[in-house]
């Protein structure tokens, strides 16, 4: 299948589009059709991915690796978890990072090394809130052709995924920017169009806008909504974190895939653009404020160009709230004392939306089964979550590693002189 650019330009070729990352004529790289599939989808994680991916990946020079590329890049588990008899919890924190985003990172990583030739060497730079930067450090940790050099702000993520951030060493160099996280992304993007810096290093994209990183995402929404049929449970609805719009975009997309998905209610933060969009229909971008859930601090969310490029009327599709810390931190606590599970900041978003349909006004919200997705593992937020539960929290055994060795990140003044200095 071939892509287009959301501002018009291509078609291009879908591995061409994964090389590349970012559209060209500035736009977002899309699929120029959404393939209806009716199955079979096998019955693995791996199979039911690569079974989706597929017709996505029809005649383009990666059809024939996709098989392996999935196997290498999805190689942990998804399970949904039931939390009472209405409220699944699919969780999506058991790669090496933690985090959802490891989805993504792997299966990039793994198109990008099979695209480019060994001989070649590339900078993979990367600006990140939190979770990116590790999933993105950990893809290419010793991957031959390939260097990582990742940026965040300084004192603005949690002390373990500071830790996890500079854990890496060897091929991937950590810089602790004096500033913020969108000073972050704005020295990627001003390094990115400079053409002697790009050219000279090589650099390539991760950042979440890739189609290697969104179209992965889709493959645990496949196997959900397949294991949920499976267990002769009702079509299940989704409340999914949000903050860039890349997770729930691969939702939407699944759904438009023809699984059996049904409601899709994205969670924000007091970053309340995609709320306020939907609600009024106008896009207003504004400066990310700090909140508890910080991998969801976007004021500017990249894939909301995608939202309304595929659908006329976005507010058709899909819904949104907002949800301030307080209520973070309270949901972390209720959802600990009613049920024992121990949710991140950023999935507590999304628990919160659920509970307010459950006991609102709309028996269609009332009814049905429900998933939260949980985007991180809550030990990465130990500091956040450990006082609201008064317990330590068990860390899963990848992180543990990470955490385990010694960490080490270089101060950067947000400059793109001092960028360029880093990289040479
Ligand atoms: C990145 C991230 C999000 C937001 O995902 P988007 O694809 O940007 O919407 C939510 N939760 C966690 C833990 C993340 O790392």
Redesign the pocket.
Known sequence: MKVVSTRGTGPVALSAAIAKGQAPDGGLFMPQEIPVQTGPWGDSLAEQATNAMAPFFAGDALASDLQDIVRDSLSFQAPTKWLDEHTGLLE??WGPTA???DFGARFLANCLSRLFGPQDQHTVLVAT????GA?VAAAFHRRPGFRVVVLYPDNRVSARQAHQLGAFGDNVTTYRVDGTFDDCQRLVKSAFADPALTEAHGLVSAN?ISLGRLLP?MSYYVHAALTAREAGRPTPNFV???????????CLLARESGLPIGKVV?ASNDNRVIPDYLQTGRYEPRDSVATL?N??D?GA?S?LERLRHLFAKPADVVRAQWVDDDTIRATIGTTFERTGEII????A?AMTVRQRLQNGDEPADREGDWIVVA??HAA?FADVVEPLIGQEIEVPSSLRELLDRPAHASPLSPTLDALAAALR
């Open positions: 999506l924190f985090a959802f985003k809130s939190g979770d990116t999933a979440s995402q999914i974190p949000t903050g860039n719009l890349g997770n729930a975009f691969a994205l859930a991998a969801m976007v969310p894939n991140c900041p950023h999935t978003c985007t991180a990465k």
